[in-house]
């Protein structure tokens, strides 16, 4: 006797199978790449306002670290969306 479930259930095609291994292999990377994203412009805005007050030449030794900080980040989140687009 054969299973009656066993033909019941529908197959996936190739493509949606091909999503959910992805996805089990990679959980949560489009929400990893969101977040990249939202950091990586935080970052371009916030260097903005520093580049601005050293524009102005309004407390420039303080507007220099952050201003290189906020450039350091957007690098930072600029590589780990690269990494996890290649993957």
């Known amino acids: 006797m054969t299973n009656p479930h ?44 520093f580049l601005a007050q050293l524009a102005a030449g309004r407390d420039v030794v303080k507007a220099l670290p952050n201003f290189a900080l906020q450039l350091g980040v957007i690098v930072l989140m600029v590589s780990l969306f690269r990494l996890e687009k290649s993957n």
């Open 6 to 49: 066993q033909n019941s259930r529908p197959k996936l095609d190739t493509q949606k199978y091909a999503k959910l291994k992805a996805e089990a292999k990679a959980p949560y990377k489009g929400l990893r790449q969101f977040f990249y994203l939202a950091f990586g412009a935080s970052g371009f805005i916030g260097a903005i306002v």
